[in-house]
């Protein structure tokens, strides 16, 4: 059965090939990704691969304390 509660994403307004990666952070200098999957699957080296990084994610409980 569907659920009576439905939730749709906002739309974007403009088209987003216009919009340059320096411009992106620019405007959104810190933001949240969630990664989801079973031990040793490869979530934290899909994330750094993303970022282009090879340092450690900061990983926070839901009080936003430190792990």
Known sequence: MPSAHTHSLPT?????????????RR???????????????????LLKRVCNTDEDPCIYDEKKKAL
């Open 27 to 45: 405007k959104y200098t810190h933001f949240r990704i969630l990664v989801i999957g079973r031990a040793n699957a490869g979530k934290t080296t």
């Open 12 to 24: 974007v307004e403009h088209n987003m090939s216009n919009v340059s990666a320096s411009e992106l």
